[in-house]
């Protein structure tokens, strides 16, 4: 799974703390949220995971739900749950660039490029993760392309077995270096500002409008 950096999954509910989360799962599982996933609800990125090592609750999902983002379980096993956190306007936007309709119909997605069907791919994405992690099938590197990356670098990722790349950071980029380090920068804004904005006891759903005021 490397394609997805280490940056991005390196948050358990063990972890939360030396940051003063301490005061229940809920609590835990928001600074995880807020570490995994703010370029989402910051209105920058079209999705992300969220690995967390027990079920998120019905209470977190209504916070996510709040900033106008969707959650799916794509995967479960003991101790280890991956959601999948997006927006779903963002996705159908994503599979309809004829370059990345192309290629995800090469891989089975026909039907729900076809039929714009956001659920069904997402559907069919957790289908192919699950296959991924319990029958050794191929890892569905088009995450990447459901996370915003550009098809170049999902493509130059596979080519090159994630190596020979030319910046490494919330993905491995063979092409187009520049734009990925300023992109890159806004993501680590968002989390900055997310993470700051729990420890104050704020909410998710402000996100958006706190980084937008923030930004530069």
């Known amino acids: 799974m490397e394609f997805v950096q280490k940056k991005e999954l390196n948050c358990s509910f063990e972890n939360t703390k030396s940051n003063g989360f301490e005061n229940g799962t809920y609590e835990k599982c928001r600074y995880c949220v807020a570490y995994q996933c703010a370029p989402v609800l910051a209105y920058i990125k079209p999705s992300n995971l969220l690995i967390v090592k027990s079920e998120v609750c019905h209470k977190l999902k209504v916070d996510i739900m709040a900033a106008k983002a969707n959650c799916k379980l794509l995967y479960k096993a003991e101790n280890k749950y991956i959601y999948l956190i997006y927006r779903k306007k963002a996705i159908e936007h994503l599979i309809s660039i004829d370059e990345n309709s192309d290629y995800l119909k ?108 923030s930004a530069v």
């Open 106 to 213: 090469t891989l089975g997605y026909d039907k729900c490029i076809l039929e714009k069907d956001v659920d069904a791919a997402i559907d069919y994405l957790a289908l192919r993760l699950t296959g991924a992690l319990e029958k050794k099938w191929n890892f569905p590197h088009e995450m990447g392309v459901f996370m915003g990356y550009p098809l170049a670098d999902v493509l130059g990722f596979i080519e090159n077995n994630g190596k020979n790349y030319k910046l490494s950071g919330y993905w491995k980029v063979y092409q187009n270096k520049d734009a990925a380090a300023g992109i890159f920068k806004q993501y680590d804004l968002a989390r900055n500002i997310a993470l700051n904005l729990i420890a104050k006891g704020g909410a998710l759903s402000s996100l958006y409008t706190v980084y937008a005021g």
